[in-house]
């Protein structure tokens, strides 16, 4: 259980988060989205994945919405950056669950609260289909993802990755 301390400097960081994230406005990806979704996921991985983005959208964007949810942030109608997440049941025998699995901000606007209002409004959409847990999973190797997940409050869940190389 998190501590009275830890609470209310979440708190804080929310309420700080709040201001700087102030005139930004976050709303389900649209079809003209995806070219600058691409965009941002290219520069920012230095690989372009546009089949893997129009399907992303196909799935989460449209049809998808309820349990699917792709959400863009823009600020003065200028795109800033992306959510991507979904509710998924009874895999590894885990009741229905919040999955983030894509989070992106333009490198110019970072540390500018965009992420934390992007994951706020996703963890909204989960609340409101009745779900109490999220989780996501990230690369050894990106602290700054992870400094950013636990800023967020999240932590070490109950389950453990593993994976093998097929020679
Ligand atoms: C991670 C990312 C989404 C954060 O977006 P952001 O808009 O900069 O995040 P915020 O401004 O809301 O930051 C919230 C908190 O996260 C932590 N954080 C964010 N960036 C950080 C960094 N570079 N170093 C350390 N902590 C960081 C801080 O605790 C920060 O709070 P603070 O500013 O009060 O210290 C952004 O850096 C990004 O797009 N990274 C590259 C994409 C990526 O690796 N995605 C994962 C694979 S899909």
Redesign the pocket.
Known sequence: MASEGALSRRAI?AA??AE?GAGLNIRPAALADVPLVIALDEE?TGLAKPEYWRQTFDRFGGRGRGERFFLVAERQGRFE?FIVGEIRAWEFGSPPCGWIF????RPKN???????ELYTALCECFRRAGVTSVRTM?ARD?P??L??FR?QGMMAGPFIELETTLL
């Open positions: 960081r700080a988060s700087r920012v950056g894509a989070i992106q901000v970072r540390l500018r609260g965009v992420g934390t990230l990106n700054t993802i400094s950013f800023s």
